[in-house]
């Protein structure tokens, strides 16, 4: 299996977000790649500048942030026809890694725009689930705190890695990328996957469960409304991440903030759980959970009832609020 380390330009609506096309705000005018084999030989790179459909002139945030200007993308092919030749040069057996995770979805968001349109082959070109492996997070968890994500250019000084090529130039941040990437241990790259979710599980038996040691990661399918994903069963209850046995909930799921959820519930054998669930949306705009359970110290315990009562009372203020919106007095 070898790895394609990507990393990909786009520009937005130059005219702001009133005027973007809502099914492509970013549209891909760049894509660097590195090929590596299981053991870090490179084996070949990938660079294109694609000429824009949609948004012709730069985004001025665009314009200050990347190396290219409007007259570099005239006369390059576009998105349609570097896809299909980027897909015969990733080969059959690979796994996608990139800094961070905002290429995966954004490059799946533009093949998705152009096959609605008819100029890509409708055939899904993506496995899914589509695992690939964040460096910025697998840099955090080897050099900082797991949690922590750095910028490229702070990790590329901070390993000390020749610094001569300019960033935010798709080319030469994917050649950084994959140095870094390099440098990662075998077992701690194994061990931290990272799971898209641009297009999520599309029934239960899809759905995704991952494991690492103390701490298991699910990825539910999708649901039409946020408020009916907390009603499945299986997503609200808590299994121990190291037996496995479903678990008794000391303080019930509570929505911490609108999209965020937490719990806490107590394994006999391997003592307190931590539940924590982002809502978000897919890339066809439906609700999926994912849910991360993890064994903390007792006295986090505290941390999450403090954290319930915070959240409570944001609540009745909220309700408060809406209350004197309405001119309408509830007694509760
Ligand atoms: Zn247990």
């Not at 689930?129 to 702070?154: A, C, M, N, T």
């Not at 678990?247 to 509570?254: E, Q």
């Amino acid at each position: 299996m070898n790895y394609i380390v990507l990393d990909l330009e786009w520009n937005q609506c130059p005219s702001g977000k009133k005027h973007e096309d809502p099914t492509l705000p970013f549209e891909i005018i760049e894509i660097g790649a590195v090929k590596l084999s299981a053991d870090f030989r490179p084996l070949g790179s990938y660079h294109e500048i694609i000429r824009p459909e949609v948004y012709k002139k730069l985004h001025y945030i665009t314009r200050n942030v990347i190396n290219l200007k409007e007259h570099d993308l005239q006369g390059k092919r576009s998105f349609p026809e570097v896809f299909r030749d980027f897909s015969v040069w990733c080969g059959e057996d690979y796994l996608f890694s990139s800094w961070g995770s905002s290429d995966l979805p954004e490059l799946q968001r533009n093949v998705a725009w152009h096959q609605k349109k008819g100029n890509l082959d409708p055939v899904w070109p993506f496995a899914t689930p589509l695992f690939y492996r964040d460096v910025q997070k697998l840099f955090s968890i080897v050099h900082e705190d797991g949690v922590r994500r750095r910028s490229l250019e702070w990790a590329v000084e901070y390993l000390k890695l020749d610094k001569k090529e300019k960033f935010h130039d798709a080319f030469s941040d994917a050649v950084y990328t994959s140095r870094i990437l390099a440098q990662i241990p075998r077992e701690v790259i194994d061990q931290y996957v990272s799971v898209d979710t641009f297009k999520t599980p599309r029934n239960r038996e899809e759905e995704i469960l991952l494991s690492d040691g103390s701490c298991t990661h699910f990825i539910s399918r999708s649901f039409k409304s946020q408020e009916t994903v907390m009603r499945d069963r299986l997503i609200a209850q808590v299994r121990c991440p190291i037996c496995g046995g479903q678990c008794h909930k000391k303080i019930d799921w509570f929505q911490e903030t609108g999209k965020n959820l937490l719990c806490a519930a107590d394994c006999p054998e391997h003592g307190l759980l931590k539940g924590k669930v982002h809502l978000r949306q897919n890339g066809a705009g439906r609700w999926f959970a994912i849910k991360t359970i993890e064994t903390v110290p007792v006295s986090e315990l505290d941390l999450i009832l403090k954290r319930q009562e915070s959240a409570g009372k944001r609540q009745r203020l909220y309700q408060k609020d809406s209350r004197q919106k309405d001119g309408r007095i509830i007694i509760s």
